[in-house]
Nanobody, 116 residues
Framework: QVQLAESGGGLVQPGGSLRLACAVS????????MAWYRQAPGKQRELVAT???????DYPDSVKGRFTISRASAANTVILQMNSLQPEDTAAYYC??????????WGQGTQVTVSS
């Protein structure tokens, strides 16, 4: 089993920044990919950032150049740095982990609201 705990959400003005963190615990062996998704009310879930165990990252065009996914120096923490936030970035953000052996795991989510 893998446990994921997100933190760092909140209210920010347009143009501002937020840093989300995902603390990963449990059976970490075999985790090959970590990702952040978001879902706004009435909209489909959207993948916003991916990082592989080899450090490769990927982003959709909607956030490319504004969001950065990375592993923190502290063990087992994945960071999503979000800059130049806009109202359309408002959503619940979820951390996920994919294990080669036991499938996908999701955190409880953290709310990000971009509003003046």
């Amino acid at each position: 089993q893998v446990q994921l705990a997100e933190s760092g959400g909140g209210l920010v003005q347009p143009g501002g920044s937020l840093r989300l963190a995902c603390a990963v615990s449990g059976s970490l062996f075999g985790i090959s990919r970590m990702a952040w998704y978001r879902q706004a009310p009435g909209k489909q879930r959207e993948l916003v950032a991916t990082i592989t165990d080899g450090g490769m990252t990927d982003y959709p065009d909607s956030v490319k150049g504004r969001f950065t996914i990375s592993r923190a120096s502290a063990a087992n923490t994945v960071i999503l740095q979000m800059n130049s936030l806009q109202p359309e970035d408002t959503a619940a953000y979820y951390c996920t982990a994919h294990s080669r052996y036991s499938g996908d795991y999701w955190g409880q989510g953290t709310q990000v609201t971009v509003s003046s």
